[in-house]
């Protein structure tokens, strides 16, 4: 398996604009998760799914961001509209339950907005 | 909900020292507990877990880590530290049985070997 696979690896956009990050998890894991990195706040949990549905969304930080799962296979992640603030490292990780919780984090996406 | 508290979050050693990263959680139940490694500009790896059985579990490169269920620890310990081993170290805790609420992560510890 090539492990969790996040797309774009960096982004960088003007203020005001859309973003969205993109997740295919390991196949077969039943639980993706979004996280998000910074200096100041360190790792924090944004939201996560079980089986493509969104069960806890209460580390999303606003209604600017959003994220969904259409299938197992695919998440992502979006901005809109981007502001400074959210410049961080945003990564997504992925678990299956009968793996005893251990998640498996993709290479992350490095967001910049100018 | 739980939450994890790392003691230190810049350390700097020299290599060959030995070192010990603190961690300690709360919950009110039974829980899996983890260190994840960051070496710079990469993602978190797993370093080594517990999840049930003998408190003292082996991690990759000689990483260890000790849980103390009195004292809600899992400490992180290494006898000899290599210039390789600077890195961002996370210690994680989520319900036993997992999934359900995601890792909760501590702040991190930021690790420099100096040569």
């Known amino acids: 398996d090539a492990g969790v696979i996040q797309s774009p690896r960096h982004e960088v956009t003007e203020m005001g604009q859309e973003v969205t990050l993109r997740c295919k998890p390991i196949?077969?894991?039943?639980?993706l998760f979004w996280y998000r990195q910074t200096m100041m706040r360190g790792l924090e949990l944004l939201i996560y799914?079980?089986?493509?549905?969104?069960?806890?969304d209460s580390g999303m930080p606003e209604d600017r961001f959003s994220a969904k799962m259409p299938n197992a296979s695919f998440s992502t992640l979006k901005i809109q509209p981007s502001e400074p603030r959210d410049s961080a490292v945003y990564f997504c990780?992925?678990?299956?339950?009968?793996?005893?919780?251990?998640?498996?984090f993709g290479q992350g996406t490095r967001l910049t907005v100018v | 909900a739980q939450s994890v508290s790392q003691h230190n979050h810049h350390v700097i050693l020299s290599e060959a020292a030995s070192l010990e990263l603190g961690c300690n959680y709360s919950?009110?139940?039974?829980?899996?507990l983890f260190w994840y490694v960051q070496y710079p500009g990469q993602h978190l790896q797993l370093l080594l877990k517990?999840?049930?059985?003998?408190?003292l579990v082996k991690g990759i490169k000689g990483f260890e880590a000790e849980f103390i269920k009195s004292k809600f620890s899992f400490n992180l310990r290494k006898p000899s530290v290599q210039w390789s081993d600077t890195a961002e170290y996370f210690c994680?805790?989520?319900?036993f049985g997992g999934g359900a609420d995601g890792l909760t992560f501590g702040k991190g510890t930021h690790l420099i070997i100096q040569p």
């Open positions: 990780a992925s678990n299956g339950r009968g793996r005893g919780a251990e998640a498996f």
């Open positions: 196949s077969g894991h039943d639980y």
């Open positions: 799914f079980n089986n493509n549905v969104p069960i806890d």
């Open positions: 919950y009110g139940g039974t829980v899996n």
């Open positions: 517990y999840f049930s059985g003998d408190p």
């Open positions: 994680a805790v989520t319900p």
